[in-house]
Every structure is written in C-alpha cells, then in structure tokens.
C-alpha cells in the first residue's frame, strides 16, 4: 500500500513541474535579453512563432542574432521555456 501511496505522489510531483510543449528544429534567433544573472533569447521557428528561451551565460555569449540554430527546447503553452541543447547550422 505504502509503495502505491509513495508511486502516485511522484508521478503527480513530476506531472506538476512538466513543460506543455517539447521539441526540435531549426530557428533563428532574433534577440538575446539579459536580466540580472539571468539570460534569455527568443528564437523563430520555420512556422514564424517565437519562443523565449532560459539559456546560460556560455550560450548567451556564443549565439548570434540573425543566425540559425538546431534547437531542443521545452516549453509552456506561453511559448515560454528553456533550452536543452543547441547545435550550429
């Protein structure tokens, strides 16, 4: 019973802290924003939507604006999220 108990709560526990939306391809990223210690760019996708994205510093100092990038992300139905990897065209 116990085992059941301890199952359904970490299932909910992991289905609350979830993104909506997961995917991959090509984009171009269109801006590179700053706030504190934090870092952001908002990408394009081929179909002309825009997500914003959490990246590190490393990647907020390497990418370019204007420049296209394969992306993996995870994202909320906002369109807001975070990186997960990005590679050069």
Do not use: H, W
């Not at 019973?1 to 526990?13: A, P, R």
């Not at 997961?22 to 171009?28: L, P, R, T």
């Not at 179909?47 to 914003?52: F, L, V, W």
């Amino acid at each position: 019973m116990s085992k059941k108990v301890f199952l359904f709560i970490s299932i909910l526990i992991l289905a609350s802290c979830s993104y909506d939306i997961s995917g991959a391809a090509f984009m171009e990223v269109t801006e590179r924003l700053e706030d504190g210690d934090n870092y952001y760019t908002k990408v394009k996708n081929q179909g002309g939507e825009i997500y914003t994205l959490e990246i590190d510093e490393n990647v907020f100092n390497l990418i370019e604006v204007g420049s296209e990038y394969f992306i993996s992300y995870k994202s909320n139905n906002d369109k807001v999220g975070e990186l997960e990897t990005i590679e050069p065209k």
